[in-house]
């Protein structure tokens, strides 16, 4: 457990580059999760802070230690890979006592088994534990690989989960997100957990680190992410289904397919983008010549939502609704009363601007 | 469906029968050979034992008798060599190939796979070519018709093999299963020993035997470099078919012992060649 600094952390492959000048900080304790795309250089950053690669340039701190050339078992972390790594020659138990029996970290045996007892509960694998990996499933085997990190959660100075739940059936992953929250609190770990899924974020993270690219696009807490996203680029990875960007053209012009409405309220305001989240929008199915004509290009209810997607000319509108109101068809024509005041304007870089 | 099944079945079944005896036959010939007289193999053939012709044990009473100081030599040595040569290659292929899979290197313009290419171009040369200067090498040296020699010369002529086979091994273990250890708290050797080794054990076994088998069955590095003190059993059997008459019974008896260890060796090696084995560890 300790205060980790990561500072103008450069990594390249060849001629790309993975990780571009990147800096941040994590204190004691604390949960950070790392959003980003598939290949924005998440999982080579949490190489980089577990030593298995070497950063170009940049220095990488632990309290005080620079960690740059540490090699992995001299850094005392836990690490869940995303590509698992388990040891196929050992049974599942084995693998979780790794990291409890390794010549650096011996624990006591009464610990030991404790410790196993209390993380495969947890993980839901009690039943597999003399089991080899190559007799479980995808999701299995990515608990177990979370397990054999969970196991040395405490004594360490910090957790790093590449996307450790991510294989996972949706119910699992579901419940298993708190699960790991209050796990992880309980122990008072240092985390640095990496993920694609927004939700997941928003749910467990105490900050969120958005990676664009290989930079750091936002750093900020999980309702800042949310409520004001710094740019386009972050607006469009929060939320499902995804934010609505209208372009604005000239003073209160909005390009809405092939319509183009005035609306007053944006005139004085200097924007050329508007990020109108799904449930901002109501959906009438009664003509209505103040609101906007579209139809509906499909539907899909579920439980007590249902996501609609309209077309207006070309551009295709994600609404999400309760379903309790109305249902419609496809290709049913509807007008859409689009909650204007609420959306999140952009200027001419794509960054979020206060309407004030 | 189910008669065309059936029609496979039947077609597999009589191509797997036909290549059996295609494959086999020579075997059941030597044993019988091994048991005739010198009329039951010049007025054969002969195939079934005590209906064609009367089983005799006396090419075994010569091999176990005048010439047992001949034969447990030249079988002596065939095992050392083989054994101790495949050891030796195995050993230091593991080095190399373990280099050439988990480290970059340069040396000029060679890159790793030059290197590997490198190695291997060694086999391209046939030995015949090299034997030669081995004879006025070793004989300069002093190695001819010595039992190091030739475990120098088998290790020397296995080496591109096994390096070849174990390189290749390694790299298909993932080097995340490595790096786990390593996060686990496991210092190199640790690593090595504990994760590397044992997931590498198909590997090394299969160079282990196809090395084995190359210096058992090696007859022209023998014939040049040996005379009689390092002798080994292709030379053994060949000097006995040389004699004005070939006694082919004697030479089917030696035959016979000379396919048991290599027999024994895969029999007993093939439990460590788990084809599954890195199954599991990775997505």
Request: proline share 5%.
């Amino acid at each position: 457990m300790s205060r980790i600094q990561i500072d103008r952390v450069t990594k390249k492959y060849g001629k790309v580059i993975a990780i571009n000048n990147l800096s941040f900080s994590c204190e004691d304790s604390e949960l950070i999760i790392v959003l980003g795309k598939p290949g924005a250089g998440k999982s080579t950053l949490l190489r980089m802070l577990a030593g298995i690669e070497e950063p170009n340039e940049g220095q990488i701190y632990f309290g005080n230690n620079l960690m740059n050339g540490v090699a992995p078992e001299k850094r005392n972390v836990a690490m869940a890979f995303e590509t698992y790594a388990l040891y196929p020659h050992f049974l599942v138990k084995q693998n979780m006592l790794s990291p409890l029996m390794s010549p650096n970290n011996t624990i006591d045996k009464n610990l030991r088994e404790k410790r196993i007892h209390e993380v495969s509960q947890l993980l839901e694998i009690e039943p597999l534990l003399e089991r080899k990996p190559s007799q479980l499933s995808g999701g299995q085997r990515q608990r177990v690989s979370l397990a054999r990190a969970l196991v040395k959660a405490e004594d360490t100075n910090c957790v790093f989960l590449d996307e450790p739940i991510s294989h996972l059936d949706a119910r699992l992953r579901n419940s298993l997100r708190g699960e790991l929250k209050k796990y992880l609190k309980d122990k008072k770990a240092t985390v640095i957990y990496t993920t694609a899924d927004y939700a997941e974020a928003l749910g467990i993270a105490d900050r969120i680190l958005i990676i664009i690219d290989g930079t750091v696009r936002m750093f900020a807490s999980p309702d800042k992410v949310f409520d004001e996203p710094k740019d386009l680029g972050v607006a469009n990875m929060i939320g499902d289904p995804k934010i609505n960007i209208f372009e604005v053209n000239g003073k209160g012009t909005i390009q809405v397919g092939d319509l183009t409405p005035t609306l007053k309220y944006f005139e004085k305001v200097q924007a050329k983008y508007i990020g109108i989240r799904p449930l901002d929008i109501n959906i009438m199915s009664s003509k209505n010549l103040d609101l906007i004509p579209g139809t509906v290009y499909v539907t899909e209810p579920i439980g007590y939502d249902q996501i609609v997607r309209v077309m207006v000319g070309s551009k295709m509108i994600n609404i999400k609704m309760p379903l309790e109101n109305n249902t419609f068809a496809i290709n049913q024509p509807v007008w859409l009363d689009i909650n204007w005041k609420n959306g999140l304007i952009f200027d001419n870089d794509g960054m979020l601007k206060g309407l004030d | 469906m189910d008669k065309k099944n059936t029609l496979s079945k039947t077609l597999r079944t009589v191509g797997l029968i036909f290549w059996g005896i295609f494959a086999l036959f020579p075997v059941y010939w030597i044993i019988i050979t091994a048991f005739k007289q010198s009329k039951d193999i010049y007025q054969g053939p002969f195939l079934l034992p005590f209906v064609d012709f009367q089983p005799t044990i006396a090419a075994w009473t010569k091999l176990m008798g005048p010439s047992k100081d001949q034969f447990i030599n030249a079988l002596t040595n065939s095992i050392l060599f083989a054994s101790v040569s495949a050891l030796i290659a195995v050993l230091l292929g593991s080095f190399a190939g373990y280099g050439l899979a988990r480290y970059s290197y340069k040396y000029g313009n060679m890159k790793n796979n030059d290197l590997s290419f490198l190695i291997i171009s060694q086999r391209i040369m046939p030995p015949i070519v090299a034997v030669i200067a081995l004879f006025a090498i070793f004989s300069f040296i002093k190695l001819l018709d010595t039992k190091v020699g030739m475990i120098l010369v088998y290790t020397w002529f296995n080496l591109p093999l096994t390096v070849y086979i174990i390189t290749d091994f390694i790299s298909r273990i993932p080097r995340d299963i490595e790096y786990a250890a390593a996060i686990d708290g496991y210092g190199k050797i640790h690593q090595i020993f504990r994760i590397t080794l044992p997931l590498a054990m198909p590997g090394l076994t299969a160079a282990y035997l196809l090395a084995f088998f190359f210096s058992w069955n090696d007859f022209l590095l023998a014939l040049m470099l040996t005379f009689r003190k390092a002798s080994t059993l292709p030379i053994m059997i060949m000097n006995l078919s040389t004699t004005d008459n070939p006694q082919w019974w004697f030479i089917s008896a030696v035959g016979i012992i000379s396919i048991i260890p290599p027999m024994i060796a895969a029999i007993v090696l093939d439990h460590f060649i788990d084809r599954q084995l890195l199954s599991g560890g990775t997505r």
